[in-house]
């Protein structure tokens, strides 16, 4: 990604498993503002997929997805 992102809030939720990091995503995502980007950190192979799906469902945007070392890293810009 060019452009710097600043983050209003990371969620860590390493080594929480299905449906885990989906659920937190959706709690977190409503306690920071429209516009603003919630980063998740997780382990869980499943997270990709999920939030990806999470994200369309719900109208928020995917900014950028990066895995490395087995962490996988979002960027979610709340739409809503």
């Given at each position: 990604?060019?452009?710097?992102?600043?983050?209003?809030?990371?969620?860590?939720?390493?080594?929480?498993?299905?449906?885990?990091?989906v659920?937190?995503?959706?709690?977190?995502?409503?306690?920071i503002?429209?516009?603003?980007?919630?980063?998740?950190?997780?382990?869980?192979?499943?997270?990709?997929p999920?939030?990806?799906?999470?994200?369309?469902?719900?109208?928020?945007?995917?900014?950028?997805?990066?895995?490395?070392?087995?962490?996988?890293?979002?960027?979610?810009?709340?739409?809503?």
């Open positions: 990604m060019s452009q710097e992102v600043r983050i209003a809030k990371t969620l860590d939720v390493r080594g929480m498993y299905c449906p885990g990091p659920l937190e995503t959706a709690k977190a995502i409503k306690q503002n429209v516009g603003e980007v919630l980063e998740v950190l997780a382990t869980d192979p499943a997270a990709k999920d939030i990806e799906a999470w994200a369309r469902r719900t109208g928020n945007q995917i900014l950028d997805i990066q895995q490395q070392g087995g962490v996988t890293r979002i960027l979610i810009k709340r739409m809503k």
